[in-house]
């Protein structure tokens, strides 16, 4: 028949269908269902007088602890990849009316919880900010999705399904990550200073970039970017580097800083030179310390370069009455 | 078929956690399904009805559209060309008529074929025969004028 293929598949297929089948099979769910099919084979419609009879209590009660299992094996599955439990997140209403779950964060409501599982949603209008005493605070924008994963001790794992996240983490390093779309942030100790006006790109199965400031010349911004998420082999990373060496400016010893730490061993030397150059180390930094990344004179180094205290970066919040830090 | 009724009448973003509610309801409401053939009959009405109470909450409507500028940084040029091309079209779906938006969302986003549809929804294989048929024909025409 002329319908067929609509019906059942089969016959010739109509490539219209075919078409709009491929177009929204993104939106296909693919989580498994609860079976609650089982139900139906156990009870069949004419013995349904006898459904509170004590003959069939084995066979409901083995029925509801399949239906029980399916559907809680459907939740976990869908809400809570890795089951470590933990305290929930404290959620406050900084705009609008943010919800968790079916619950409104309002002026009314006061503030709620985020629990393991669960899923903070903004609107376009709405802004909130969760905390856990022991880890940090993360303020959420507009339009965001944002859902806790995992909470147990040694390990936060948020999902940010969609939208923007601004993060203050005070947990040990590597403690603290975040599931994005294109990415998988972890916090290693603020492996990456953000201050206002500059950027840090990430692309999708490759992670985030190196931060640059937002008037960084356009040869130096298209160098970092294909340094950061183009170059395939050591060699193109090098000649690439060399361009980025030769166009930084006063101002770029943010991205130089950054690139201490992200270069090979071979390169470092040439980064360490550009770096010194445009914003000499202090006394107590040593060439042989920085090519061995030695933390506190990295650290020493970063307090020079007048982007604020890195104990301030690492441990406490940043004066969010600035511009946050902006990830692409 | 939960997913499926849901994104004919919610917000695509807001599908996923309608389907927890559903299934959590359904456990809730079990002991009161008499006919286990009609099962799901009954989980369709479930879906429905948490559809309709999903509009009944306070939240008004214009700040549950989706932001335009969602998941730009996963996507690249001609996928988010995709993603608009499929918006567009569930847009169109759900602007059809109930009876027609339901089983061409199963058929055409679930991948359910005609028999599967009738056999989860309690429908007859006829009843669901004629209204994907008068729904993917309806479609088609509002996909032209779209188009046109």
């Not at chain 1, 028949?1 to 099979?25: H, N, T, V």
């Not at chain 1, 139906?40 to 007088?49: G, M």
């Not at chain 1, 939208?163 to 990550?177: D, K, M, R, S």
């Not at chain 1, 130096?220 to 060699?235: E, M």
Request: hydrophobic letters at 40%; one cysteine or more; charged letters at 25%.
């Amino acid at each position: 028949m002329k319908d067929d293929y609509l019906w059942d598949g089969s016959g010739e297929p109509d490539p219209e269908i075919q078409k709009l089948e491929a177009a929204l099979g993104r939106y296909r769910h693919n989580q498994p269902a609860p079976a609650f099919d089982r139900l139906r084979e156990i009870r069949p419609v004419e013995q349904r007088r006898a459904f509170f009879s004590l003959r069939w209590l084995p066979q409901l009660g083995a029925v509801a602890v399949i239906v029980l299992l399916a559907a809680a094996v459907f939740l976990v599955l869908r809400s809570r990849p890795s089951g470590n439990a933990g305290p929930s997140w404290d959620v406050a209403r900084l705009e609008g009316t943010p919800r968790v779950g079916w619950h409104a964060i309002g002026d009314k409501s006061g503030p709620g919880k985020l629990g393991i599982g669960q899923t903070l949603v903004t609107d376009n209008f709405s802004r909130a900010t969760i905390t856990l005493d022991e880890t940090g605070r993360v303020e959420v924008d507009p339009s965001s999705r944002l859902r806790l994963v995992t909470n147990g001790p040694g390990r936060k794992r948020l999902s940010l399904e969609r939208g923007t996240i601004h993060a203050t983490i005070w947990a040990p390093p590597g403690e603290f990550v975040v599931d994005t779309p294109s990415a998988v942030a972890v916090d290693l100790g603020c492996v990456s200073f953000i201050p206002a006006g500059a950027i840090c790109q990430t692309r999708p199965g490759i992670g985030p970039g190196t931060p640059y400031l937002e008037d960084a010349s356009a040869s130096f911004r298209d160098a970092l970017s294909k340094f950061d998420f183009s170059s395939t082999t050591a060699a193109e990373r090098t000649a690439l580097l060399g361009v980025i060496l030769a166009d930084a400016r006063k101002g770029d010893v943010l991205t130089l800083w950054h690139l201490l730490s992200r270069v090979s061993d071979p390169d470092r030397p040439g980064v360490y030179d550009r770096l010194a150059a445009l914003a000499p180390p202090p006394a107590v930094v040593t060439r042989q310390g920085i090519l061995g990344l030695d933390r506190s004179m990295l650290d020493a180094w970063w307090n020079s370069l007048g982007f604020g205290d890195i104990y301030l970066w690492r441990t406490y919040e940043h004066n969010w009455s600035q511009r946050p830090p902006k990830v692409n | 078929m939960v997913h499926g009724i849901l994104l004919a009448r919610v917000p695509p973003p807001e599908v996923d956690d309608l389907v927890q509610e559903v299934f959590l309801s359904a456990l809730r409401q079990l002991h009161a399904l008499r006919d286990s053939s009609r099962f799901g009959a009954w989980l369709g009405t479930i879906t429905r009805n948490l559809a309709n109470d999903y509009f009944r909450k306070a939240i008004p409507v214009s700040k549950l559209t989706e932001p335009v500028t969602e998941n730009h940084a996963k996507t690249g040029a001609s996928d988010h060309a995709a993603e608009q091309e499929a918006k567009a079209i569930l847009a169109v779906i759900r602007a059809l008529p109930e009876s027609y938006r339901e089983p061409l969302m199963l058929r055409l986003v679930e991948g359910m074929t005609g028999p599967e549809i009738a056999a989860r929804t309690g429908l007859t294989h006829g009843s669901v025969r004629v209204n994907l048929c008068r729904g993917m024909q309806l479609l088609r025409e509002k996909l032209g004028e779209t188009s046109a």
